[in-house]
């Protein structure tokens, strides 16, 4: 029996956050109820799907552009693999959208339908994807397949991961394919750039909500923007993320650089930030495709990254990486919170700490290039810990080696969402220079949450990375500025404006202030030095009380004697070892770089103590009334 003919829907307009999560749970209900009951199902499913339903929209358009320009065009994928063909709905109705060979769409899909139940699986499981897995490997001969070009190699690499299909329903199967195909790229408000990370990240929020595991896997993208627009990376510099997770840093400054390349970009510099440009190491067996294809679907065709653990430095695959540099320009990146790490991968470090984000800021000191700049997320317990020598010692290597010019204070919330409340910094340094000065700028006063997310806007950045004037700043972060007279006439003092004037007096703010690092250094020297020289005395002493102390013992001395010295000798060990402790806590201290703003608006209680002795008495008899009342409606 025929199908019954299909109606081709309107492509949904995914405008919003809330539109794409409100879409994505539709797809997921019908894959709950077919096989695909846990995130960890239908993340991997849906990813594959989505991947494929959009390279052939971005192929079918390239191709349109081609055959305008008059150029050549040859398709990742021809048929019947590609979208098109066999997961469009089909309809006979004389306006349905045909192939780019001139077949009506969903062709493939009609013949399986008519040749009954179960071939839409038999012709995915058995024909897709192996042809697919074939365009990175072989199957003849298990090698890479030397006739894929380099974006085919990244598909059969993207689509290793999945063996069948895990939906075992056909109809159901049918549906999810048909709500998949409502996408369209030319729906996609710019605002949000597309999706496949956005749709992984949220179905991801939910498995961390009940796993607790979710909130390494991805930043915040308006953290990123701002990171990204601070650091400006430009044609020419590679682009790293030892950590790369769905690729986000790497996706947005692809976006970045490529805007500020413009229209009229010459067809070799596109090539090149295409493919020699970013690189990037993840070593999640269910992340890596998804970053993948993510940047793929982003437009980088050649995504150079490297599967598997970048502290212990096992691979898992490494061929898309071989041609990356031993280091690079310009490293974006957000190592995971709280994470243990073991002796296989302490071993390769200099100072070892089972700390995962302190492994990672001791493999960014060694992989950034000279003069090449990082900017990082990092908890503020790395920033103020000192009780540990590898937190210290990093930390001093990394203010020895680079200029750690800015520290930016985010708001508690800011990774809320990720199912973490950890407080958080954003570290911007150049190695190559000591640091000297340290700017900071406060934004952890800003209220955030799931529904009040931090947007670009609250570090003062427009959308191009251009300095917000005031009137388009949210209304709840000016409020109290332009309600203080002081400030009348004066520009909010935003991230974005002040940042040009960091390490120097103009950057000082409400939110804004400079420490000198090199002035804490030799302050902490100075109050060390006495310490130090006493333990020396001290040390030359106990020499010369161990020469006495062997001379009495061969001389077979006064045994209570004896005992008197090697008291003596412990006593003052231990008062070098105190000297020597208390020399050393002077040093760390140096490298507590939480951020505190000296500068914050305080308000005072202005009453006097009767007052809010009083006011204390009133909340006393209003609780002990509340309390009265609870207990009679309890007796009765």
Avoid at 117 to 138: Q, S
Avoid at 347 to 369: G, Y
Avoid at 572 to 580: H, M, Y
Wanted: contains cysteine.
């Amino acid at each position: 029996m025929p199908r019954p003919k299909m109606t081709e829907k309107a492509p949904k307009a995914i405008a919003s956050t809330q539109s794409l999560s409100a879409f994505v749970k539709s797809i997921c209900d019908v894959m709950r109820r077919s096989n695909c009951a846990s995130a960890l199902q239908y993340v991997p499913e849906l990813t594959w799907v989505l991947f494929l339903r959009i390279l052939d929209a971005q192929e079918a358009r390239e191709a349109e552009q081609a055959e305008v320009l008059g150029a050549e065009f040859s398709p990742a994928l021809c048929s019947p693999y590609r979208w098109q063909d066999w997961a469009a709905p089909w309809s006979d109705k004389a306006d349905h959208p045909q192939t780019t060979d001139g077949k009506v769409q969903g062709w493939k899909r009609q013949e399986l339908f008519a040749a009954g139940d179960g071939r839409l699986f038999d012709f995915i499981n058995k024909a897709l994807l192996p042809h697919l897995h074939a365009l990175d490997v072989d199957p003849r001969t298990n090698l890479p397949n030397p006739a894929a070009s380099p974006k085919q190699r990244i598909i059969g690499r993207i689509m290793t991961a999945v063996e069948r299909v895990r939906v075992d329903d056909e109809a159901n199967l049918r549906d999810i394919l048909d709500r998949v195909h409502e996408i369209s790229i030319d729906h996609i408000d710019d605002t949000h750039f597309f999706t496949l990370s956005q749709v992984y990240e949220d179905l991801l929020l939910k498995m961390g909500e009940k796993n607790s595991d979710g909130g390494q896997f991805f930043t915040p993208r308006e953290v990123i923007r701002a990171m990204v627009h601070t650091v400006d990376p430009a044609l020419g510099q590679t682009v790293y993320d030892p950590c790369c997770g769905t690729g986000g840093f790497l996706a947005v400054a692809y976006e970045h650089m490529a805007r500020k390349l413009g229209k009229a970009a010459a067809s070799t510099d596109i090539e090149a930030l295409k493919h020699d440009t970013f690189f990037g190491r993840e070593k999640e067996n269910l992340v890596f495709p998804i970053a993948l294809a993510n940047l793929v679907l982003h437009g980088i065709d050649q995504p150079n990254l490297w599967h598997g653990n970048s502290l212990t430095r096992r691979a898992t695959y490494a061929e898309l990486f071989r041609h990356a540099p031993a280091q690079f320009d310009v490293i974006l990146t957000n190592p995971p919170f709280g994470g243990k790490e073991g002796k296989d991968a302490q071993k390769n470090f200099a100072f070892e700490t089972s700390a995962t984000q302190v492994l990672f800021v001791q493999d960014i000191l060694a992989e950034l290039a000279p003069g090449g700049t990082c900017a990082i997320v990092l908890d503020e317990g790395l920033l103020f810990r000192t009780n540990e020598s590898a937190f210290v010692e990093t930390k001093r290597k990394l203010t020895d080696e680079c200029d750690l010019w800015a520290i930016v204070s985010l708001p508690g919330g800011v990774f809320s969402t990720a199912g973490a409340g950890v407080k958080t910094n954003l570290l911007f340094f150049t190695k190559g220079k000591k640091t000297e000065r340290i700017w900071y700028y406060d934004l952890s006063w800003v209220k955030v949450g799931k529904k009040t997310p931090l947007t670009l806007a609250h570090f003062g950045f427009g959308k191009d990375g251009a300095v917000l004037g005031d009137d388009a700043l949210p209304a709840l972060v000016t409020a109290d500025w332009l309600a203080d007279e002081a400030n009348a006439g004066q520009p909010f003092p935003t991230y974005a404006r002040m940042r040009q004037h960091h390490g120097r007096p103009e950057g000082a703010s409400r939110y804004s202030w400079t420490v000198d690092f090199s002035e804490r250094r030799a302050k902490a020297r100075e109050a060390m030095q006495p310490l130090l020289d006493k333990t020396a005395g001290i040390k030359v002493a106990v020499v010369e009380l161990k020469e006495e102390l062997k001379r009495l013992k061969k001389e077979k001395a006064d045994a209570k004697r004896i005992e008197a010295m090697e008291a003596e000798i412990r006593d003052q060990e231990k008062v070098a070892r105190d000297l020597e402790a208390e020399a050393a806590a002077i040093d760390a201290a140096v490298f507590d770089l939480k951020a505190v703003n000296p500068n914050a608006v305080t308000v005072a209680d202005e009453r006097m103590p009767d007052e809010i002795i009083e006011s204390i008495a009133v909340q006393g008899r209003i609780v002990a009334e509340a309390l009265a009342r609870l207990k009679t409606l309890i007796m009765r």
